[in-house]
């Protein structure tokens, strides 16, 4: 028989652990809804943050293109901002709404504020995220290294950065790249990011004849990986003893120091030797102006007038030297100078280390912005001839004003004045024409892989293009 006061005790207990599991379980039920609650209101809390980042900064870009943007040339340029700025203000809060709906709530607004610029069908004026401000400043993106064009519907490398992961690959310009990853491209552009297996088709010419020759098929693995893209200009020999300068970029910090210094004594024994010279500009997007004027003084030697930079009002030429940007590579003297006297007169300086020479300049539709003013600049200055394709056709003066309310590298880029070169000539929508066109062709490219360089070699040491180039006077 059981003892009546134990079993009166394990009742009792039996009560208590009943008592303390729901005690525990209505505590546990407490924390989880104060976490859910915490979590709600965090998350409502952080959408109402989010939201008044990108209403802050939608405000920002109405507010820029009314104050800052470059003065409208006549009437009808005039409507169109009024118009964008009363339509910008009006649809914020219906923007906002879409944009937060979003899976990436900042892209979305830099896509469709972009999409809202386009309007006034000028170059320069974007919202530039961070990976591309990066990009464009530093050099340094998550690349291949690869560059590829769209020829005779057939995407074609047409350089292979070094030390980079498609040279690493045994890529090399005339590749035909089929497939990424089993899947066709659709652009060329995106060569320089895609990662995964490449299958390219490879023609191998013996002696750089059109006939006799022989495909390969090769699969390729290749991971894209941060890459710092080469910015600053460089100068050697071509096989056959061609002096070649190549000019990536005119961002001001390569344009000082020992390593610009060390170009313009090269450049100064090059032309004491009457060297022909070629001076490649193809995919330079730009940079700063006083960048390219250093460049255009080391090809010219003395100085004169290039271009002017304005808000509307062009000075005399004989005035020209009142309103000169001084040789100092710093953005914001450029700033300030252009809102004191709404003009700047772009002179190239007197240079004593410098080439003067027979010049060659290679440009294409990537050759846009300083580096298509370089390219006019080089177009009328003697012994020069321009090769290649009509330039992009993008010259503004573009400031960058930071969208901080949305995060650490968003940017309006907004054009803020015009450019007119000393002859009259207006470059923006137009670009620069070449003296000689240099037209792309899937045999040419496969066969020599850059066939501009080559036909440009050619007609340095013999003043005349290879038979078969395909070129237009």
């Known amino acids: 028989?059981?003892?009546?006061?134990?079993?009166?005790?394990?009742?009792?207990?039996?009560?208590?652990?009943?008592?303390?599991?729901?005690?525990?379980?209505?505590?546990?039920?407490?924390?989880?809804?104060?976490?859910?609650?915490?979590?709600?209101?965090?998350?409502?809390?952080?959408?109402?943050?989010?939201?008044?980042?990108?209403?802050?900064?939608?405000?920002?870009?109405?507010?820029?293109?009314?104050?800052e943007m470059l003065p409208p040339a006549d009437e009808h340029e005039r409507r169109r901002q009024n118009d964008f700025i009363e339509n910008c203000r009006r649809d914020s809060t219906a923007e906002i709404s879409l944009i937060l709906k979003a899976r990436e709530p900042k892209r979305e607004f830099a896509r469709r504020m972009t999409d809202r610029l386009s309007i006034f069908r000028i170059s320069h004026l974007y919202i530039s995220a961070p990976q591309e401000t990066w990009a464009i400043w530093q050099g340094e993106s998550v690349d291949t290294g690869a560059r590829a064009k769209l020829i005779d519907g057939e995407v074609v490398l047409v350089e292979v950065l070094d030390d980079s992961p498609a040279q690493e690959a045994g890529l090399r310009a005339g590749d035909l790249v089929l497939s990424v990853g089993s899947q066709p491209l659709s652009e060329p552009q995106e060569v320089q990011s895609l990662s995964g297996v490449w299958e390219i088709l490879r023609t191998h010419r013996e002696k750089r004849e059109k006939d006799n020759s022989r495909e390969s098929r090769l699969s390729v693995p290749i991971q894209a990986r941060p890459l710092q893209v080469p910015l600053a200009p460089s100068l050697w020999r071509l096989q056959s003893g061609t002096a070649y300068m190549r000019i990536p970029s005119f961002l001001p910090q390569v344009f000082e120091g020992e390593g610009?210094?060390?170009?313009?004594?090269?450049?100064?024994?090059?032309?004491?030797?009457?060297?022909?010279?070629?001076?490649?500009?193809?995919?330079?997007?730009?940079?700063?102006?006083?960048?390219?004027?250093?460049?255009?003084?080391?090809?010219?030697?003395?100085?004169?007038?290039?271009?002017?930079?304005?808000?509307?009002?062009?000075?005399?030429?004989?005035?020209?030297?009142?309103?000169?940007?001084?040789?100092?590579?710093?953005?914001?003297?450029?700033?300030?100078?252009?809102?004191?006297?709404?003009?700047?007169?772009?002179?190239?300086?007197?240079?004593?280390?410098?080439?003067?020479?027979?010049?060659?300049?290679?440009?294409?539709?990537?050759?846009?912005s300083v580096a298509e003013i370089f390219a006019q600049a080089m177009k009328e200055r003697p012994e020069t001839r321009v090769l290649g394709w009509p330039t992009a056709g993008q010259v503004v003066m573009a400031r960058w004003f930071e969208l901080d309310s949305i995060g650490p590298g968003y940017n309006l880029v907004l054009p803020v004045a015009r450019y007119d070169s000393a002859k009259g000539q207006t470059l923006e929508r137009r670009g620069v024409r070449p003296d000689v066109e240099l037209i792309r062709d899937l045999q040419s490219t496969q066969r020599l892989g850059d066939p501009w360089l080559y036909w440009a070699d050619e007609y340095a040491r013999s003043g005349r293009f290879p038979s078969g180039a395909s070129v237009s006077f």
């Open 1 to 67: 028989m059981s003892n009546p006061t134990t079993s009166s005790e394990a009742v009792d207990r039996l009560g208590d652990q009943r008592s303390a599991v729901q005690v525990v379980g209505f505590g546990l039920f407490k924390v989880l809804l104060c976490s859910l609650v915490f979590a709600i209101c965090g998350r409502g809390a952080f959408i109402w943050v989010e939201a008044r980042g990108l209403e802050q900064a939608w405000w920002r870009v109405c507010d820029l293109v009314e104050a």
């Open 260 to 368: 610009w210094q060390e170009m313009l004594v090269a450049l100064g024994e090059l032309s004491r030797r009457r060297s022909p010279l070629i001076v490649d500009v193809r995919r330079n997007a730009g940079g700063s102006f006083p960048a390219a004027l250093r460049a255009i003084s080391a090809l010219r030697c003395r100085p004169g007038l290039v271009g002017w930079v304005h808000r509307g009002f062009i000075p005399s030429i004989e005035e020209a030297s009142q309103y000169a940007l001084p040789d100092d590579l710093s953005a914001q003297i450029q700033l300030e100078r252009l809102t004191r006297d709404g003009a700047l007169s772009l002179m190239s300086h007197s240079q004593q280390l410098c080439y003067s020479g027979p010049v060659l300049v290679l440009v294409d539709e990537e050759t846009a």
